[in-house]
């Protein structure tokens, strides 16, 4: 889980908005099921596409205001930042070439 960043309120502006690459951002939560089924993909996709998209995982219990300024809802949900502004977003436990498929539209 070495290349997997860690986002919260607190960083979020810094290590997302204001990121010199893409961002994808896991949502997540402990008790959250399918979040467990999409964690090791995106650990994954972390290290295939390390130095070309920054990836990494937002708790949302510990980081509230980061779900809320995004209107997520459900969780997993995956958010692709560009530019500082999100520019897709996938909800839900899905397969990696799903995943794959829309930051190659960003790269």
Avoid: R
Wanted: glycine share 6%; net charge negative.
């Amino acid at each position: 889980m070495a290349d997997v960043a860690h986002f919260n309120d607190d960083n979020f502006k810094a290590e997302v908005i204001e990121s010199d690459t893409p961002v994808l951002v896991d949502f997540w939560a402990e008790w959250c099921a399918p979040c467990k089924l999409i964690g090791p993909v995106v650990e994954e996709l972390a290290t295939e596409y390390k130095g070309k998209v920054k990836i990494g995982k937002c708790n949302t219990e510990e980081s509230p205001q980061a779900m809320a300024d995004y209107g997520i809802t459900s969780i997993p949900a995956l958010l692709i930042f560009n530019d500082g502004k999100p520019v897709d977003m996938i909800i839900g436990a899905v397969s990696k070439d799903v995943i794959v498929e829309k930051l190659e539209k960003v790269l």
